[in-house]
């Protein structure tokens, strides 16, 4: 069965305090990694997929990276608006079929102005 | 393109009684999910169709539950005689499947319907 653990649970940042989130995976055949921001009561958004070991993504001040075992999310120079739950996902192989995400608790990040 | 949209997006229902949610996919998608998130938990897999073929429905997804997509268009999430640990947000998302079978694709999530049982 596929699992997603994330750490820290919970991380309060001070405005422009780097740091990263970690994802550690185990999954039968990695399809995709994934990361999600969650606002509250509002639905995950959509913000990488990682496919293989080695890849990197970078989108403003959030760049994903991917190991075997696991992915992180780091920020640099965070901002208030960057505050959120950051879900991570795996999608893995399942007879051949690739469909359903397996999610992680997530990280509820707070960036203080 | 509007995104996946989900309707109502709040419903407070009283015990025992049934409640319908509807999600529209972001058009030409063929793979809608649902799933069930609960607070402080990250969201968890009910069921999956492929155009309109159920093809996995979840441990999760009691004798109460029923999805529906019609047409391989819009789906319906019924719940029957509620029961307060139905109370949850339910999410639905859409994807395309490609002929890429090495690469993910990547699934939307629409805003999510909260449903309180009261």
């Known amino acids: 069965e596929d699992q997603v653990t994330q750490s820290p649970e919970a991380l309060r940042l001070q405005e422009g305090e780097s740091s990263s989130l970690n994802c550690s995976y185990t999954?039968?055949?990695?399809?995709?990694l994934f990361w999600y921001r969650q606002d509250p009561g509002k639905g995950p958004e959509f913000l990488f997929t990682?496919?293989?070991a080695g890849e990197e993504k970078e989108k403003e001040r959030l760049k994903a990276t991917l190991t075997k075992k696991e992915s992180f999310l780091h920020i640099t120079a965070p901002k208030p608006e960057d505050s959120a739950t950051y879900l991570c996902?795996?999608?893995?192989?399942?007879?051949?079929?690739?469909?359903?995400?397996?999610f992680g608790k997530g990280t509820l990040l707070t960036v203080n102005p | 393109d509007t995104g996946v949209s989900q309707d109502p997006r709040h419903k407070i229902t009283k015990r025992g009684q049934n409640v319908t949610f509807r999600c529209d996919p972001i058009?030409?998608?063929?793979?809608l999910y649902w799933y069930r998130q609960t607070l402080g938990q990250g969201p968890e897999f009910l069921t999956y169709?492929?155009?309109?073929?159920?093809?996995?429905k979840s441990r999760l997804l009691s004798d109460r539950f029923s999805a529906e997509r019609p047409k391989g268009s819009f789906s319906t999430l019924e719940i029957q005689r509620t029961e307060q640990g139905d109370s949850a947000m339910y999410l639905c998302?859409?994807?395309?499947?490609?002929?890429?079978?090495?690469?993910?694709?990547?699934?939307?999530f629409g805003e999510g319907s909260w449903l309180t049982v009261v």
């Open positions: 998302a859409s994807s395309l499947s490609g002929r890429d079978t090495f690469s993910g694709n990547t699934i939307y």
């Open positions: 999954v039968s055949g990695l399809r995709g």
């Open positions: 990682l496919y293989s």
């Open positions: 996902a795996v999608q893995g192989r399942r007879g051949g079929s690739n469909y359903k995400l397996t």
């Open positions: 058009s030409e998608h063929n793979r």
């Open positions: 169709f492929q155009n309109e073929a159920q093809l996995e």
